[in-house]
């Protein structure tokens, strides 16, 4: 997502957005320069050197950002740090209301689109402290690209980590662009659940955080609820789930329908159970709730590697099966 136009701050309820062709050139420098810093410590798997540039209250508990830099570290090597865009998010004279810190909003104005409205970034960010933060992104190019966006504070001059959200910038090859073009081509073929499901990766592929929007991922946002098929267009639950009968006539009951690209693109339905059986009965159910599925939407054999099921029964930790779709009988 490209994010460094000419743009004017913009203020809202006292907060204001800076982008990085308005920042005066130290700033922007320090700000790159941190950015880069902390993209090098993940990098090379460095917890220790990115805890001592994280604000004071995750540097307490820093044991999620260091799981997150360990997992991450071995998908960087070779990737050359690119920053991307960078974002001033003022939110020096918000307030706190009876002690509990309020949402921030800020909105971006990057240029005007070709019919005069304009295209803006929006950041939206629950309870947040009040302070000077930035928001910056790196591209970690490689064969296989990430994306490292960062959150930032500036204290005593300083920025400091605030929030660290790393993420693969392509699936199966391919990056959200290509998946949203492949979702149009797709709805075209009246093939309305593989276009909704390429949908959500192109939207998981093309969104840094999930407190970040823009005028772009607002209309990815439309498509993805305008091309939703019926069944699931109210949203799935454990109250309200998409029922599907087998050829003996078992009901599957699935709570969520999604994509994983772990393994290669996967289709992932969570199936709601009353009970786990054992590891056998439990994987033969799976199984049958895969074929199920696929009977209901022959379609999606073909746009996807396999598929996933997570039998989740009340107090129980999931059951999982992964079949490649060629063994789905």
């Known amino acids: 997502m490209c994010i460094g136009f000419l743009a004017l701050p913009l203020a809202y309820a006292g907060e204001t957005c800076t982008t990085q062709s308005r920042m005066p050139p130290a700033e922007l420098n320090a700000l790159a320069s941190a950015a880069t810093a902390m993209a090098a ?21 820093f044991s999620g950002i260091a799981a997150a830099v360990a997992s991450t570290a071995p998908k960087l090597k070779g990737a050359v740090p690119e920053v991307d865009g960078l974002y001033l998010l003022d939110a020096s004279t918000l307030q706190a209301t009876n002690g509990v810190n309020q949402d921030a909003q800020f909105y ?37 690209p990430w994306q490292l966006s960062f959150l930032m504070r500036q204290e005593a001059g300083k920025w400091l980590l605030a929030g660290l959200y790393p993420k693969p910038m392509t699936a199966g090859g391919h990056d ?20 909704w499901l390429y949908l959500q990766e192109a939207q998981a592929l093309m969104l840094p955080a999930n407190f970040v929007s823009s005028t772009h991922l ?17 949203g799935l639950s454990a109250d309200t789930p998409l029922v599907l009968k087998a050829a003996d006539g078992t009901e599957f009951r699935f709570t ?20 786990l059986d054992d590891a056998a009965a439990a994987r033969q159910r799976n199984i049958a709730a895969m074929t199920a599925f696929l009977a209901a939407h022959p379609e999606m054999r073909t746009a996807f590697h396999g598929m996933w ?20 009988k």
């Open 309 to 328: 099921v997570l039998a989740e029964a009340p107090g129980k930790s999931p059951y999982a099966t992964e079949l490649a779709m060629a063994d789905i």
């Open 256 to 275: 969520g329908i999604s994509v994983d690209s772990t393994l290669g693109l996967d289709v992932v339905a969570h199936l709601k159970v009353e009970t």
């Open 218 to 234: 607002e209309r990815l946002q439309t498509e993805l609820q305008t091309v939703a098929p019926p069944a699931v267009a109210n």
């Open 41 to 61: 410590a993940i990098q090379s798997g460095d917890d220790a050197a990115l805890r001592n540039v994280t604000i004071a209250e995750f540097q307490k508990n």
């Open 108 to 144: 971006c104005t990057l240029h005007l689109t070709t019919s005069g409205s304009p295209s803006e970034v929006e950041f939206s960010i629950p309870q947040l402290p009040p302070g000077k933060y930035s928001f910056a992104t790196v591209r970690m190019e490689e064969a296989a």
């Open 176 to 195: 959200g662009l290509w998946y949203w073009k492949q979702a149009r081509t797709l709805e075209a073929q009246k093939q309305p659940w593989n276009a």
